[in-house]
């Protein structure tokens, strides 16, 4: 069901006062994951701004299931479907110690070009399976 | 509708290439304005998990609407209702030039005593109006 | 001594396991300061990188002196000199609620203008007392 | 000269506006492969936090020679050495691509038992070559 998948490591400055990783830094590797998907593609995120092309996230719903901490590996997976004019990713994250699902994601981006929402982006279209 | 706020100033160390505020960075402002109102009515998130008492996250939305930028001056909102052992988090985020909103999100937090769930957590349960 | 200050409070995501912030915050801290700095003074850093002038930082010394915790109150100070091509900002971190100093810095900027070393920056010359 | 090395790519939520990863960034390189060769050598950082032995920084120098940008991979090294209570990293941070020096670092850092500086800290006498 997953088309990519992108193996990580937790970084000690990414724990919080509670020796877990804080909320915020797995948006970080949902979003890391899905730049490292379209590189994989040959579509850059950065090449892209840079000639006025924009993939803004619209919505995102993440599920906490478990912390990772401290030394904790993971792998952070992820599939992409279009529903009108949005792409959305699909993505998880699972602690590659026991597989343990942790965090469940769905993220519904836009394409804006020029600041102009776009219905087909071609280099997305051909992401979509 | 909405019982506590917390003034901000976008930080340009916040900014992402495309020059607007990385998506992460929301969950940042969400988490403080959230700790700052637990310090108005004399609770600390820092301190409770000292005690052992955590209040994790575990499903956020986030409906991203308006993006800030440099220099950009914001309000972020919250109220705090009870569903069960859920306490949610209805917080906003309105840019202050416009009064445009920029992010809504509903955060579902539950507390951990010692890692076991509680249903009724005394503190908390006066937050809710 | 300093010609300018900022006051900022602790934001708890800016905590790390040890339940002090982390190393790395402070230099965002430091980075606000300076760019809140040049806007009080109608200079702004993120409007500058567009118009293709880019102040960078070529060396950074820090001494951490006394950790900030959560809740703590702090004020960020600097003034800034010019050496040669130089522009350095020598910055300073106090807590509030004793005034203790936190951190000492020394930052080392020089101005590109499309990419080239600029020995005399206006905008920046008007800032050295 | 380095005795540990360790291997990273940039992620695009590192980048500033200037499009170049951002200064406080690379101090999370930074410690992160210090964390990583601590544990090479079977030492933990958090799992030290959790005792009462906290090694912190006292002071970091760091030179911006070449920035790093999207896409770019790149290796960390380090040594480290004792200077009286001083356990001193020296870090050095290369561009894989052409093996470009980006960021040199000197990292000075003392251990705290219970508050307490500690001249002679066993697991860490043992990583000074």
Not at 16 to 34: F, K, M
């Amino acid at each position: 069901m997953y088309i990519y998948e992108l193996e990580f490591k937790v970084r000690d400055y990414e724990l919080d006062v509670q020796g877990i990783v804080n909320n915020s830094v797995y948006q970080n590797y949902l979003e890391h994951t899905r730049h490292e998907f379209l590189l994989s593609r040959n579509v850059s995120f950065a090449d892209l701004s840079k000639e006025g092309i924009d993939a803004v996230v619209a919505r995102i719903e993440i599920a906490y299931k478990n912390p990772l901490r401290s030394k904790d590996e993971f792998v952070c997976k992820l599939n992409v479907k279009k529903e009108g004019i949005k792409y959305i990713f699909n993505q998880a994250i699972f602690r590659k110690s026991d597989n343990k699902l942790c965090v469940k994601a769905k993220v519904t981006t836009v394409v804006l070009v020029h600041g102009v929402l776009t219905a087909d982006f071609a280099p997305f279209d051909e992401l979509v399976d």
